[in-house]
């Protein structure tokens, strides 16, 4: 982290003694090849390139090598899976870091919304912003140490033979409640899993219970794994917990969706998890 700072003060100090693009600022720093490289693969380098302004939240190298075995080879060989995460991390216009912290969703150009929070530090959807305000010419960067994948690509992902590590899963509605959504699972390794949700149509404002029970949505049992409620106003949870992937995925589990706090024998979205 303490390399990745530097490199980016140096970026800084560049982009304000020279007019610069966000590509040529990606370009001349070396924590951003991968995504460079993914950038000029896609096609996307000379809309970058132009006039804006755009406001970009760059993964790092590092980022990227997070990520599940398999998914960015997966990304790379499909030209719309690759267009359509890079697009997910630019908004239109010159959000500056003052503005970020105001918002809790964003539109991005693929089209999916940005969930932002500042509860711990400011996260977008499940990435941290490690740095903010790399001013160019034609917009601003902030950096960010996770890879942001909307929901369009974790579905299409589903249906390809990845790695072990990571686990799509789709949550249904349930009883008519007009929610449903989605979950990701992620393998953190030291027995660990890093758990993404996010649902539409949740009733706006308030909290949405949701915990890993045993069995199935037809037939589940006992709470085993909570999980933090999901926000009503930005349909999205995440957690890291402190479970094996291979638990949970090992054995059947439902992903269950309560109403409210109050209201937890009303299910409105249930997915199943696992091998029977």
Known sequence: ??????????????????AQT????????????????????????????GDGPF???????????ALPAGALDAVLADLDLLTAVLTYHVVAGDVRAADVVALDRARTVQGEHLAISTAAGVQVDQANVVATDIVADNGVIHVIDAVLLPRAVLAALAGQSLASGFVFVELPEASASGVS???????????????QVVLDGTPAGGDHPI?????????????????????????????????PFEWIVGAPHALMVHLAPDAMATIVACGDVGID
């Not at 949505?217 to 106003?233: R, Y």
């Open 211 to 243: 915990h890993f029970h045993t069995g199935r949505c037809g037939a589940a049992g006992g709470v085993v794994i909570p999980l933090p409620n999901v926000d009503g106003d930005t349909g999205r949870t995440s957690a890291v917990v402190d479970v």
């Open 1 to 18: 982290m303490h390399r990745i700072a530097i490199s980016l003060l140096a970026a800084l100090a560049l982009a304000v003694g020279s």
């Open 22 to 49: 966000i590509v040529d600022i990606a370009v001349d720093n070396d924590d951003f090849n991968t995504l460079v490289s993914a950038v000029t693969a896609a096609g996307l380098a000379e809309v970058l390139s």
């Open 181 to 195: 959504g989605s979950a990701l699972l992620t393998d953190m390794g030291n027995g660990t899993t890093n758990v």
């Open 55 to 65: 406001t970009v939240f760059a993964p790092t190298d590092e980022a990227f090598d």
